[in-house]
């Protein structure tokens, strides 16, 4: 804050207790808008308007350790690497439900309740989708999270924690409307981990890139993102979750299924929007049909819905068997699968070069669509199946979206049927292919293929990118294929008069297009960084990557100690990010962009305290559990005093900190003879610098 005075310019600083507040407050701010937008669905901010608030709350603490909080909401980006899972035992069983398959078994369960009960008239039903993800747990204990498992047998799961506090909707301290009911003083609250089926997609097009398996459906890439050792890895992925329902609940009481779910709801848990209270079976089944209909375009996977009787005095008489509750049912969706046959297999060719061998099918209807082309992923994946050219097959819509081949009917062979080989040139430059060691993709590593540059501009032009307006795939193929455009600088040389030679182009829409390549000049940092297509660097990391550097040179010139120093990075994107500058096309292509005008505006500046007078440019290592505080905690505590962490020891390494169990990092450090500080030597140091 600057103010005039005696016609000189003064600059005041903020008292720390002023600043306390504002940590405090902005805190508050987080935690009430997480609440209007994942347990409400109804957001009082824009975007933008949150990320604001978020970048000066993580301005603020990273200057002012002193006021860190491990219940911040900066702090859902990993914690401490888990050597293995710790047991969770549940305090109340999590039962399976028993499944339905058709009307008339959910008309026999309607019956069977009714009998049990005693009852003529119409039973209330609260029916919610079923979520088709991983079913956790939460302790809160006074509001307060406190532990989280998977569901396991439903007996004994696995302590994930770490990675359930990386998810942002799921709220570590819950929350009190005024006119909600009151905070639970001990809660389990239950719900589905899932993912939606877009950032599916993007992840699986990262891993086939990277050169790693996909997963197979939404399902499975929840439930690995959820029960990784290195909560970092799970705090990278989307993950979101809906609840429905306790199994202890100390300190309020409800009366009806719909009424605690409204509860959680306002406790800031969220809770489908599409749950519904239905009278009677009829209505319960004419839910059913809606939410079948909605399938395909819901965001998620859903394979079915659950009806639970509404009264939860009638379910505790109804009480349990075995396995099951006697007052719930999952009526099941058929499957989207059908049968066809592959009357070709031809591999494309992706942004990095990856081929994936995709399945030509005779035509087919699955769940609704028109099923021509179905994923192979790749070579080992074809083999593992048997699958091969003429086949029958089994092809469904995994995750309800991409099409995949499930398996071969080999009962119905007639040994016509040919095997795949993969090609040994590429199908768009002639190219040669090649499989990387440790890698499952083929490749061509020719980066002027035609194919490969097609789909690094579909890339670059993408929302998440630049977000040029009208770059569509049809006009990128025809600017490649006429060479207008052979990189994504050559986008910002493009005239009016090079698009009227193009189908297609009238003035207004040549006009329109480059006017919009032309407004997209000044991109956010992390969105130019995404642009960019580095291997393994997307959204996500791009975001992290903007934030610590605040400009694209500093990220440009950055090593790769500086690069694996930074949590969430590790040393593959590093030297993916490293390799990538290396290269003297890509330089040549960006000095392209820059040259063109292209201006990545800076993040925003987060200056660092550095009263220190031990810990500037010293870089340290932590080995070893800290006592007083997380590996985390203490890395961004010598950060702020001008401090860089690095992930292993060299002899570059001024300092290994070293808690409890060490291991070879302080072997390492003693054989170079770096300096070793014990914890409590870490401690007295910090004291000394506050």
Known sequence: MKRESQGKSMTTTPSKDSVRRRIEELRRQIRYHNYRYYALDDPEISDAQYDALFRELVRLEEAHPEFASPDSPTQRVGFAPLEQFEPFIHPVPMLSLENAMDREEMVEFDRRVAKLLGLTEPIVYTAEPKMDGLAVEILYEEGKLIRAGTRGDGYRGEDVTPNVKTIRAVPWRLFSPPDGPPIPERLTVRGEVYMDRKAFQALNRDREEAGEPPFANPRNAAAGSLRQLDSSITA??????????????????????????QGLRQWGLPVNPLSQRCRGIDQVLAYYERIERQRPDLAYEVDGVVVKVDRLEWQRILGEKTRSPRWAIAYKFAPHQARTRIVDIQVQVGRTGVLTPVAHLEPVSVGGVTIRRATLHNLDEIQRKDVRIGDEVIVQ???????????PVTEKRTGQERPFHMVSQCPSCHGPVVRLEGEVVHRCLNKSCPAQVKAAIRHFAGRDAMDIDGLGQKIISMLVDEGLVKNPADLYRLTEEDLLKLPGFAEKSAANLIRAIQESKTPELANFINALGIQLVGVHLASVLAGHFKTFQAFREAGREELTAIDGVGDKVADSIVRYFENEENNKMVEGLLAAGVTPRPAEAEPVERASSFWPDKTVVFTGTLASMSRKEAADRVKALGARVASSVSAKTDVVVAGEKAGSKLEKAKALNVRIM???DFLRSLREEA
């Not at 979101?240 to 605690?260: N, R």
């Not at 819509?397 to 398996?407: K, N, Q, S, T």
């Open 678 to 680: 014990n914890e409590e």
């Open 236 to 261: 990278s992925r989307p993950l979101k979750a809906f609840f429905y329902g306790v199994g202890i609940l100390e300190g309020a009481s409800f009366q009806t299924q719909w009424d605690l779910l």
């Open 397 to 407: 819509r995994a995750g309800d979206v991409i099409p995949e081949v499930l398996r």
